[in-house]
């Protein structure tokens, strides 16, 4: 779902997950927007996993189709009777509903590492939003374009400031397997902020930034 | 050592949940000259800082590889220094709290304490002073990726065996790293002729304040030229355009082999968390 809403000075568009293909093709590149409703995390473990094992879309615990995958490595504590847990224990124990989970940290990550696999994971999951930060190669643009899907950049490094605005952490996948930054993760979120830099018409901002540095370049090595 | 182990605990949580002083200023001056999404951008960073260090949580979820540069006096124990340098780390990861960042090479399974093969990295000098001082940096990954080896001469980039050859390569090295690895960034430049040696000295760099010149004057003229270069690539702060590409740009030299001429780049993002505990 979509609207327009007005966020400080500037305008961002306001969209709630899940999203329609009909919601991204009403983003373009340098649209500001705010995000709600629930989205998963997943880096290079999830993404090496998914491509590899091809997991049929039960045997995922949660519902990737018109969600936003969110490139992230969070810290996350566990509150039981003690006041924190080792992530050690993190790690071991099964996750129930009676524990919370606190996220600490939770800025995005680097996406270009999951270039490989990415473009596949949208097609075959549904997915229609990536948040990451700086940016994707061309193969994901194309997957991008041809299913409805954009990319959207965060806050790099704002890891405190983005996890103020996860509402609360719903459940975890893979936790043992992978650790504590590379499990699946899901958040419901609440006007957590982003930059379209990637949209499904096939134009991206890394691409024109990009270019403009290689001019740059070019006159400083004569 | 138990109190010195302590200590340690404390620089961790330190330097996880600020950003040393001279960062902050050079963070605010590229805020002040920016404008629209980049000054946007650099707003949020430094409100997230603020928001870290008032409710003591990391600054990145990244709280990185740590490094940690240790100059100790004669007759104190490296092996003991060891020890209390992971003592401290295994604490500090439940404390502060660190994301546990240390994976098995072979297993792909997370120790969950940051300690593993060769993880903190931990270098060790003796010094004649009688005080120990201990450097820490918080290094995080995302911008260790960016980082690049050139070995000189270099045809395509018309890079030869001189400090204008050093110029191009560290240009190089920004133009590829594009906004992949948060900037603005600290730039770490290591020259000489041992490919290891180069990689220590470039990361070394990165321990300098924002505001420390060279005492080498060509040296000084070269991070003053790379800094204004670097910005003129316009890739900007988060990568989406703007003056503010790199805050710092600072260069190391070791004696090279006739036959060598190596340039290391070591890539800082903005959060460039480095610490010292004197003891």
């Known amino acids: ?85 080792t992530s050690d224990e993190l790690l071991t124990q099964t996750l129930n ?20 696999y990415e473009p596949w994971v949208i097609r075959e999951y549904g ?22 899907c954009v990319y ?49 018409y096939g134009n991206s901002l890394h691409r024109e930034i990009e270019k403009i540095s290689m001019e740059n370049l070019k006159i400083l090595l004569g | 050592m138990l109190k010195l182990r302590d200590g340690i605990v404390e620089l961790y949580k330190k330097v996880a949940t600020s950003i040393p002083p001279d960062v902050v200023v050079a963070l605010k001056n590229a805020h002040e000259a920016e404008d629209g999404l980049a000054k946007e951008s650099l707003g949020i960073i430094l409100e997230n800082i603020n928001t870290a260090r008032q409710s003591e949580r990391p600054v990145c979820q990244d709280t990185g590889i740590p490094v940690f540069h240790v ?12 020890a209390t340098i992971i003592d401290a780390t295994v604490i500090a990861t439940e404390k502060v709290p660190l994301r546990p960042n240390a994976v098995d090479i072979l ?7 940051n300690t593993g093969a060769g993880f903190p990295v931990i270098y060790i000098e003796e010094v004649s002073e009688d005080r120990l001082r201990i450097d820490l940096m918080l290094k995080g990954a ?4 960016a980082g690049q080896t050139y070995k000189l001469p270099i045809e395509e980039l018309n890079a030869q065996r001189d400090l204008d050859g050093v110029r191009r390569c560290v240009l190089d090295a920004v133009f590829k790293a594009q906004g992949r690895a948060c900037p603005p960034y600290t730039i770490g430049v290591g020259i000489g002729g041992a490919k290891d040696q180069v990689s220590i000295l470039a990361k070394h760099q990165l321990f300098r304040r924002i505001t420390e010149i060279s005492e080498i004057p060509e040296i000084a003229a070269l991070e003053s030229r790379l800094l204004n270069e670097i910005n003129s690539l316009s890739i900007g702060p988060m990568g ?38 004197i003891w």
């Open chain 2, 107 to 113: 297993t792909d399974r997370n120790s969950g304490n």
């Open chain 1, 127 to 148: 997915i229609r939003g990536i948040i990451g930060k700086g940016g994707m190669g061309s193969k994901t643009l194309e997957a991008m374009r041809e299913c409805g």
């Open chain 1, 97 to 116: 509903t009676d524990t919370e989970l606190r996220l600490i940290a939770g800025g995005p990550t680097t996406s270009i590492r999951v270039e490989m």
């Open chain 1, 1 to 85: 779902m979509v609207e327009e809403a007005v966020s400080g000075q500037k305008s961002a568009v306001i969209i709630k997950t899940p999203l329609t293909k009909e919601d991204v093709l009403g983003l373009k590149i340098g649209d500001m927007v705010l995000i709600s409703g629930k989205i998963v995390t997943g880096r290079d473990r999830v993404h090496k996993y998914l491509f590899n094992e091809k997991p049929k879309k039960d045997e995922i615990p949660f519902d990737l189709k018109g969600s936003i995958l969110y490139h992230c490595g969070p810290i996350i504590t566990k509150r039981s009777n003690k006041l924190k847990v």
């Open chain 1, 152 to 200: 959207l950049h965060s806050i790099s490094g704002a890891a405190v400031y983005l996890a103020d605005r996860v509402k609360r952490i719903i459940d975890g996948w893979k936790i043992e397997e992978f650790g504590m930054p590379e499990a699946m993760w899901l958040f419901e979120v609440e006007d957590f902020p982003a930059i379209v830099t990637m949209d499904a």
């Open chain 2, 142 to 145: 995302g911008c260790e990726n």
């Open chain 2, 71 to 82: 100059r100790m006096p004669r007759g104190l124990s490296q092996n003991g220094m060891k």
């Open chain 2, 240 to 277: 989406l355009g703007g003056k503010t590409t790199a805050i710092g740009v600072k260069v190391g030299t070791n004696h090279r082999h006739p036959a060598s001429y190596f340039v290391e780049i070591s890539v800082s993002c903005w959060a460039n968390r480095r610490g010292r505990l």
